[in-house]
Nanobody
Framework: QVPLVESGGGLVQAGGSLRLACTIS????????IGWFRQAPGKDREFVGI????????GLAASVKGRFTISRDNAKNTVYLSMNSLSPEDTAVHYC???????????????WGQGTQVTVSS
């Protein structure tokens, strides 16, 4: 098992910012690429972004590019999702997942956190 714990969610007004954290335990953090996904009520879980094991490369979905960034601190076993210019369309439960592959596909992820709610008011 690779326990993942998300934190940092909350309620923010449109145009505001939040920084989510994903803390990993149980395995060396740099064994896994870490992806961020989100799921709004009644919708499928969708890819937000991913960062490689080393942190040298990351990718973002088109819907968040230019507004979100991903970084990781392997010394702290933590990956961050910094979200700026938030809109109500970003409202969802946000999850982090661990994968041995650099992938945007949910099925490629072996471990998931419990999720953290992000709510953006208009």
């Amino acid at each position: 098992q690779v326990p993942l714990v998300e934190s940092g969610g909350g309620l923010v007004q449109a145009g505001g910012s939040l920084r989510l954290a994903c803390t990993i335990s149980g395995r060396p953090t740099d064994m896994y690429a870490i992806g961020w996904f989100r799921q709004a009520p009644g919708k499928d879980r969708e890819f937000v972004g991913i960062i490689t094991q080393s942190g040298a490369t990351f990718g973002l979905a088109a819907s968040v590019k230019g507004r979100f960034t991903i970084s990781r601190d392997n010394a702290k076993n933590t990956v961050y999702l910094s979200m700026n210019s938030l809109s109500p369309e970003d409202t969802a439960v946000h999850y982090c997942g661990a994968s041995s592959r650099f992938s945007s596909e949910v099925r490629e992820y072996d471990y998931w956190g419990q999720g953290t709610q992000v709510t953006v008011s208009s």
